[in-house]
């Protein structure tokens, strides 16, 4: 990751090195505890950091099981750190002096706080926040696998992901979608996670689900047509569970709650444009900016749409079009705080900082002793 260049003036290199900051520490999501904790600390680690995790006090199991497989691996003990907590917990990890750097994944809310607070003590921050993701139907779009893509990115995970599908912008109208799209709703099963049915799983917490429920209630209000309603399913075995199932908005308009706001639920707005460059102007006015995609036929509307759409990552005829580890997750305007983004390339500066050496090994002058003969560095031509 440094750079060379030699001779840069007469038996003089210039080089660039990177070294680690110290102490680096991340604050991770519920959603995926597993993974995001994957993005940070093996990188930061690997880049000569030690690391501090808080992992999400809902689910913070999977963090412990990656540290222990860790510890399992050789890893030396207070190389990776657990913490567990909430905000004060953070708010020690954002103020501590020994901490250099914060990544976070999270919601808008805590991302904000988080990089303010977390740059205001001169640390570097990357902050992974919110979304809403389009999906934008061109007329020329293959039926069954276009069909089969929104369906889960929409619904799966019930829709608690922020790479997940949450606005499908039909250029040309929606109603050839509508039964296709329905049907391909109602196929799913609602079950507990750990059941081998399940297609969509619960929401992680009645909080979490209430807050669905009234969007979609919201998006009704303000003259959306709920074509399939997942509010109230039940779900044998759970009669308490957190569940919502597949839900289809049409007729949503740019100004209602429910495509505002990000859901975190298995809720898909559909949204009606007449053109390409409606739909591109539709996404880039929403304030979000991580992840979209296009499914035509079309290589000249696809690399319109990749070159115009201002979303850091585009999927074309790929609905969640997350980075594989070589590249990196790159998040654009209100989706993202920081300006280096996480794991690959990026993730590798973010850990690290640059150090420049200029070097200088010049051969003794022929019959010099030890005391030398040679004048002092930067004493060339004084006394000329």
């Given at each position: 990751?440094?750079?060379?260049?030699?001779?840069?003036?007469?038996?003089?290199?210039?080089?660039?090195?990177?070294?680690?900051?110290?102490?680096?520490?991340?604050?991770?999501?519920?959603?995926?505890?597993?993974?995001?904790?994957?993005?940070?600390?093996?990188?930061?680690?690997?880049?000569?950091?030690?690391?501090?995790?808080?992992?999400?006090?809902?689910?913070?199991?999977?963090?412990?099981?990656?540290?222990?497989?860790?510890?399992?691996?050789?890893?030396?003990?207070?190389?990776?750190?657990?913490?567990?907590?909430?905000?004060?917990t953070v708010n020690r990890l954002l103020d501590h002096p020994d901490v250099a750097a914060i990544s976070f994944v999270g919601g808008d809310a805590a991302g904000r706080y988080i990089y303010a607070r977390a740059a205001a003590n001169g640390k570097r921050v990357q902050c992974n926040m919110g979304a809403k993701n389009h999906a934008v139907i061109m007329p020329d779009a293959d039926p069954g696998p276009t069909v089969s893509a929104l369906t889960g990115a929409a619904f799966g995970a019930a829709g608690q992901r922020c790479m997940a599908v949450s606005a499908a912008v039909?250029?040309?109208?929606?109603?050839?979608?509508?039964?296709?799209?329905?049907?391909?709703?109602?196929?799913?099963?609602?079950?507990?996670?750990?059941?081998?049915?399940?297609?969509?799983?619960?929401?992680?917490?009645?909080?979490?689900?209430?807050?669905?429920?009234?969007?979609?209630?919201?998006?009704?209000?303000?003259?959306?047509?709920?074509?399939?309603?997942?509010?109230?399913?039940?779900?044998?075995?759970?009669?308490?569970?957190?569940?919502?199932?597949?839900?289809?908005?049409?007729?949503?308009?740019?100004?209602?709650?429910?495509?505002?706001?990000?859901?975190?639920?298995?809720?898909?707005?559909?949204?009606?444009?007449?053109?390409?460059?409606?739909?591109?102007?539709?996404?880039?006015?929403?304030?979000?900016?991580?992840?979209?995609?296009?499914?035509?036929?079309?290589?000249?509307?696809?690399?319109?749409?990749?070159?115009?759409?201002?979303?850091?990552?585009?999927?074309?005829?790929?609905?969640?079009?997350?980075?594989?580890?070589?590249?990196?997750?790159?998040?654009?305007?209100?989706?993202?705080?920081?300006?280096?983004?996480?794991?690959?390339?990026?993730?590798?500066?973010?850990?690290?900082?640059?150090?420049?050496?200029?070097?200088?090994?010049?051969?003794?002058?022929?019959?010099?002793?030890?005391?030398?003969?040679?004048?002092?560095?930067?004493?060339?031509?004084?006394?000329?």
């Amino acid at each position: 990751m440094g750079e060379t260049v030699e001779n840069v003036a007469g038996g003089i290199d210039c080089y660039s090195l990177r070294q680690p900051l110290g102490v680096c520490a991340g604050i991770c999501p519920f959603n995926f505890p597993a993974m995001v904790p994957l993005w940070m600390y093996p990188m930061a680690i690997a880049a000569g950091n030690t690391f501090v995790l808080k992992p999400s006090e809902r689910d913070p199991g999977a963090s412990m099981m990656l540290a222990d497989l860790a510890q399992q691996a050789g890893l030396p003990k207070g190389v990776l750190n657990i913490v567990h907590g909430t905000h004060d917990t953070v708010n020690r990890l954002l103020d501590h002096p020994d901490v250099a750097a914060i990544s976070f994944v999270g919601g808008d809310a805590a991302g904000r706080y988080i990089y303010a607070r977390a740059a205001a003590n001169g640390k570097r921050v990357q902050c992974n926040m919110g979304a809403k993701n389009h999906a934008v139907i061109m007329p020329d779009a293959d039926p069954g696998p276009t069909v089969s893509a929104l369906t889960g990115a929409a619904f799966g995970a019930a829709g608690q992901r922020c790479m997940a599908v949450s606005a499908a912008v039909f250029v040309g109208g929606f109603e050839r979608w509508r039964a296709p799209l329905l049907d391909a709703a109602r196929s799913l099963k609602v079950n507990g996670g750990f059941e081998r049915d399940a297609d969509v799983g619960p929401l992680i917490s009645p909080e979490a689900k209430a807050r669905c429920e009234a969007l979609i209630q919201s998006a009704i209000d303000q003259g959306a047509e709920c074509a399939l309603d997942g509010r109230g399913v039940a779900v044998p075995g759970y009669p308490r569970g957190n569940f919502v199932g597949p839900t289809l908005l049409a007729g949503v308009a740019p100004t209602m709650d429910v495509y505002r706001q990000e859901v975190f639920g298995p809720v898909l707005s559909c949204l009606e444009v007449e053109s390409l460059d409606a739909a591109i102007d539709l996404v880039n006015a929403n304030p979000y900016g991580n992840g979209t995609a296009i499914f035509t036929d079309s290589g000249s509307a696809a690399r319109r749409f990749q070159h115009d759409v201002q979303v850091g990552m585009v999927g074309i005829n790929v609905p969640i079009p997350v980075p594989l580890p070589m590249f990196s997750f790159t998040g654009w305007r209100g989706s993202f705080a920081g300006d280096t983004h996480m794991y690959g390339r990026a993730g590798v500066a973010f850990y690290t900082q640059p150090k420049t050496v200029t070097a200088k090994w010049a051969p003794p002058a022929r019959g010099a002793g030890a005391a030398g003969g040679g004048r002092m560095p930067g004493l060339d031509k004084v006394g000329a």
